[in-house]
């Protein structure tokens, strides 16, 4: 098979000064994936797991210490030329900063374009291409610095694709963006993906959008990857999270609504409290549902506590993620 990224053993340190002492830290510890051709791959962390580092060695922005990696077959050491011509890199800022606020998005493309190389009439039926698939032909002209947060990354992904390459590394393209921004621009990924077939390795804090978008998850934890999955079988993994949610309609005060329940001697811990539009949801972890959902429904009773309900729960793909991201084996 194929792969549109492959890493041998890849790693990284850094010398480090810890209270006037020399220490080596190994962002990246010899680390192998292989991410197939027209895959979208998600690829987390907490902060400090290697993340970035990663991806800018596959990148050529920093040697190996050891290792290599291919990208479209092409190794990152003895051809980097042809691996920077084989990918698009959105790199985790969505204020428009790479981009020249006092030209329009046109100028800023065939100004990008030039700079990549490409052949000026290719560069033209790119952008108009490219203006027209990201919505942006009717403000072809107007300068960036009017555009809204929203366009401007529309302008980035499609600097992003001016070279055609067919891997795309996200990181983190929805960051700062307000709610229908980002839904937008995930739908863009999806169509770049579905429709144009472009490999896209996509980095992101939200949970939620890596859940909906990615075909397989690899977790960095101090520098290797620590699980390497579809999002449906880490799901499995961690059934045994066993979860109750319970829906408040009205309470005067919730945190002591939930240090009650959590007295309950088969609930575990509050997982999560958040607002839904019927009112207030207290997500705990419970030892068992069927033993744990009769004994809460008789202290809210006791407690006086409007409860519209008590159901069981599935962990959500943010337990997952700090379950096996955390220091805990």
């Given at each position: 098979?194929d792969?549109?990224?492959?890493t041998f053993?890849?790693?990284k340190?850094?010398?480090?000064k810890?209270?006037?002492?020399?220490?080596v830290?190994k962002?990246?510890?010899?680390?192998?994936?292989?991410?197939?051709k027209?895959?979208?791959?998600?690829?987390?962390g907490?902060?400090?797991?290697?993340k970035?580092t990663l991806?800018?060695?596959?990148?050529?922005?920093?040697?190996?210490?050891?290792?290599?990696?291919k990208i479209n077959?092409?190794?990152?050491?003895?051809?980097?030329?042809?691996?920077?011509?084989?990918?698009g890199?959105?790199h985790g800022?969505?204020g428009g900063r790479?981009?020249y606020?006092?030209?329009?998005a046109e100028?800023?493309?065939r100004?990008?374009?030039?700079?990549q190389?490409?052949?000026?009439?290719?560069a033209?039926?790119?952008i108009?291409?490219?203006?027209?698939?990201f919505?942006l032909?009717e403000?072809?002209?107007?300068l960036v610095?009017?555009?809204?947060?929203?366009?401007?990354v529309?302008?980035?992904?499609?600097r992003?694709?001016?070279?055609?390459?067919?891997?795309?590394f996200m990181?983190?393209p929805?960051?700062?963006?307000d709610?229908i921004?980002?839904v937008?621009?995930?739908?863009l990924?999806?169509?770049l993906?579905?429709e144009?077939?472009?490999t896209?390795?996509?980095?992101?804090?939200?949970?939620?959008?890596?859940e909906q978008?990615?075909q397989r998850?690899a977790i960095?934890?101090?520098g290797?990857?620590?699980v390497d999955?579809?999002?449906?079988?880490l799901r499995?993994?961690?059934?045994?999270?066993?979860?109750?949610?319970v829906?408040?309609?009205e309470?005067s005060d919730l945190?002591?609504?939930?240090?009650q329940?959590?007295?309950?001697?088969v609930?575990?811990?509050?997982l999560?409290?958040?607002n839904n539009?019927y009112?207030?949801?207290?997500r705990l972890?419970?030892?068992?549902?069927?033993e744990?959902?009769?004994?809460?429904?008789?202290?809210?009773?006791?407690l006086?506590?409007?409860?519209?309900?008590?159901?069981?729960?599935?962990?959500?793909?943010?337990d997952?993620?700090?379950k096996?991201a955390?220091?805990e084996e």
């Open positions: 098979m792969y549109a990224v492959e053993q890849l790693s340190m850094f010398e480090t810890e209270k006037g002492r020399k220490r830290v962002a990246v510890d010899h680390v192998n994936i292989k991410i197939g027209g895959e979208f791959f998600g690829l987390l907490p902060n400090g797991a290697g970035t991806i800018k060695m596959l990148c050529t922005i920093i040697l190996p210490d050891e290792g290599t990696a077959g092409y190794d990152i050491i003895k051809e980097p030329y042809k691996v920077r011509r084989s990918f890199w959105f800022e969505t790479s981009l606020w006092r030209l329009s100028d800023n493309l100004f990008y374009a030039y700079l190389n490409v052949p000026k009439d290719v033209k039926r790119r108009d291409a490219l203006l027209e698939f919505g032909t403000d072809r002209g107007k610095k009017e555009y809204s947060t929203g366009m401007k529309r302008v980035m992904l499609a992003a694709l001016l070279h055609n390459p067919p891997i795309l990181d983190e929805t960051i700062g963006l709610t921004s980002a937008e621009t995930r739908k990924l999806t169509a993906n579905a144009l077939g472009k896209i390795i996509f980095t992101s804090h939200n949970m939620f959008e890596v978008l990615c998850v960095m934890r101090k290797r990857i620590i999955a579809p999002p449906s079988q499995e993994m961690l059934r045994e999270i066993r979860s109750v949610e829906e408040v309609r309470a945190q002591k609504v939930a240090e329940l959590v007295a309950i001697p609930v575990g811990k509050v999560e409290i958040k539009a009112g207030h949801v207290i972890q419970v030892d068992n549902e069927y744990a959902i009769p004994e809460i429904a008789e202290k809210v009773q006791r006086r506590v409007k409860v519209s309900a008590i159901r069981q729960s599935e962990p959500t793909f943010e997952i993620f700090v096996l955390s220091e």
